[in-house]
């Protein structure tokens, strides 16, 4: 993978200065004043990623528009920013299928790097060899390939996106990436740092309702001693100390916690290395009011404790 930031047309100078953490430095544009939002103009060649990379962006809440004349990228912000503020984040993939309008992106980039906002600039492209196979894969002619080959149309394309390579923010070679890797780099560059992050749902059932649906790992903790035999506990539910101090102080339950744990935290960084970015971890027991809530509850507590972001859900808690 190929990263770089593109000069100015002219110069040597980037033409924004962005943070490591992607908000804008010395030379942005919240130095002058208040972020009115976010912007990203998606460009660059056919196949190289186009389409993967605003997915990437609607899956993490931003507005995407596809394929619109670049002179209607102001007008189009503005609409959104009336309707949801200042948190407004905007992202348009703009390609020369938009035909002769195409040729005004340069001034309407330039406008908008005059305007109160945060614009960002990013060009896919690919190697020659790569931009083939995907277009064969797919058996879809190259937009620009008219009656020649898919090869021609790719290097057609590429000398006229060359002056909007020249004012992208960022470029990615896209060439050694699959869909999920580019989802992933999308994110990063992106997202915010909870959208990077990989949320845990702790999920306690009881079986007698059903196993969820939604559930990526199912364990079973009908083994622990119930406190429904309990009579003072057995009105009490899983949430309460006096339950939890009973179901966690059970020896097997104290080490199916501990083992449960060691399990899932290779699980948890594996999802998180192959793009997974939400998980339900499903605890059940017979009725999902005792013993599944009071270990899902713990157990959440100790995934928080080591950096996850968590949310606990008890499906079945007050059904009986």
């Known amino acids: 993978m190929t990263e770089e930031t593109a000069p100015a047309p002219g110069g040597d100078a980037p033409i924004e200065s962005h943070g490591e953490d992607g908000r804008p430095g010395p030379g942005g544009s919240e130095e002058g004043g208040e972020n009115r ?15 993967t990379a605003a997915h990437a962006l609607e899956d993490m809440g931003w507005y995407v528009v596809y394929n619109i004349a670049p002179q209607l990228i102001p007008t189009l912000y503005e609409l959104r920013a009336s309707a949801v503020g200042r ?24 406008q908008l790097r005059r305007a109160d906002l945060r614009l960002r600039v990013l060009f896919l ?23 020649e080959g898919v090869l021609e149309g790719i290097r057609r394309e590429r000398e006229m996106l060359a002056p909007y390579r020249r004012l992208a923010d960022q470029v990615i070679d896209t060439s050694p990436l699959n869909v999920h890797q580019l989802t992933m780099k999308m994110r990063t560059l992106f997202g915010t740092s909870e959208e990077q992050r990989l949320t845990v749902t702790m999920l306690s059932f009881g079986f007698k309702y059903g196993i969820p649906l939604e559930a990526d790992h199912v364990s079973d903790v009908r083994f ?18 006096e339950v939890s101090e009973f179901v966690l102080g059970d020896a097997n339950a104290a080490e199916f916690v501990e083992k449960y744990l060691e399990m899932i935290h290779p699980v948890l960084r594996g999802y998180s290395a192959e793009n997974k970015h939400f998980t339900t971890l499903a605890i059940g027991c017979t009725g999902g009011k005792h013993r599944s809530v009071a270990v899902a509850e713990h157990i959440g507590d100790e995934l ?17």
């Open 37 to 51: 939002g976010d912007v990203v103009i998606i460009t660059g060649l056919a196949g190289a990623g186009r389409e």
């Open 87 to 110: 948190e407004n984040r905007f992202a348009v993939v703009v390609d020369p299928r938009s035909g002769p309008f195409f040729n005004e992106l340069g001034e309407v980039i330039a």
């Open 224 to 241: 622990i001693p119930n406190p429904y035999w309990v009579p003072e506990l057995r009105p009490k539910r899983g949430t309460d100390a």
């Open 125 to 147: 492209t690919a190697d020659e060899s790569t931009l083939v196979r995907r277009f064969d894969s797919v058996r879809r002619p190259h937009p620009l390939q008219g009656e």
């Open 304 to 320: 928080r404790s080591a950096g996850h972001a968590v949310r606990i859900r008890h499906r079945d808690l007050g059904r009986e």
